[in-house]
């Protein structure tokens, strides 16, 4: 009677396998995260469109910016506080609510929140700034979510350089409610997200591309 012999796998044969699999696992990988992120940006935009939806029916009801920014729109009943999260922010508090608590000279924010704004301290300055800006650009931004962009290699996430943690894409809210894609490099001088008394053109370039950047506006 022939005895059978079951033939196993060589070891060629196995260490072709195992090629095959890291080839697809490097493919694969990249494009997974490529769809995360890319659903990430999809759901800030949708959350900066309804930060912008509120902030139209706030003014309606009131006929003036809220004094404390996403935060008055919260208080008000206009937003949800889920909305000021973005997906994908490293900080727990937020991105915009630790450049705030970095900066005792600004008012904190009281709810976490990662899309920065200007409207808070419009108010404080009764809106001195943004009627300037709107002398050069018709349609400037509101909110801007940073936190989609590269993380800055040479950040470490102290206060230090609470600024720079991110660079490249970004997307901006403008006041007609519009989510536009935007570019931020560590180039543009004296970036900077608070108004101070002197705002440069880094902080500008965030907010709004203004031709020649104006000295009254951006020196």
């Known amino acids: 009677m022939a005895i059978k012999v079951q033939k196993g796998f060589t070891l060629i044969e196995v260490l072709v396998v195992i090629a095959i ?9 990249p494009v997974m995260s490529m769809a995360m992120k890319s659903g990430q940006r999809a759901t800030s935009t949708s959350n900066l469109r309804q930060i912008g939806m509120a902030l139209r029916s706030y003014i309606e ?10 935060d008055g729109l919260v208080r008000s009943g206009h937003l949800s506080e889920s909305i000021l ?9 937020g991105y915009a609510k630790r450049i705030r608590a970095c900066k005792p000279w600004d008012l904190p924010f009281d709810y976490p929140q990662s899309y920065e704004t200007v409207i808070y301290d419009f108010a404080v300055l009764d809106g001195a700034w943004l009627a300037n800006l709107k002398k050069y650009d018709s349609n400037p931004g509101m909110f801007i979510a940073r936190t989609h962009g590269t993380w800055n290699s040479d950040s470490d996430g102290r206060c230090a350089n609470i600024d720079f ?3 490249g894409s970004y997307l901006r809210l403008r006041e007609d409610g519009s989510v536009i894609s935007r570019t931020i490099t560590l180039k543009e001088p004296r970036l900077s997200t608070n108004l101070g008394t002197s705002y440069g053109p880094g902080y500008c370039r965030l907010w709004s591309y203004v031709d020649g950047n104006p000295k009254e506006l951006c020196r």
Do not use: N
Not at 21 to 28: D, K, M, S, Y
């Open 21 to 29: 699999i890291g080839l697809l696992v490097g493919i694969t990988i």
């Open 85 to 93: 999260l973005a997906p994908g922010d490293p900080f727990k508090e």
């Open 165 to 167: 943690h991110f660079v």
């Open 61 to 70: 009801d009131s006929g003036g910016y809220p004094r404390a920014g996403a």
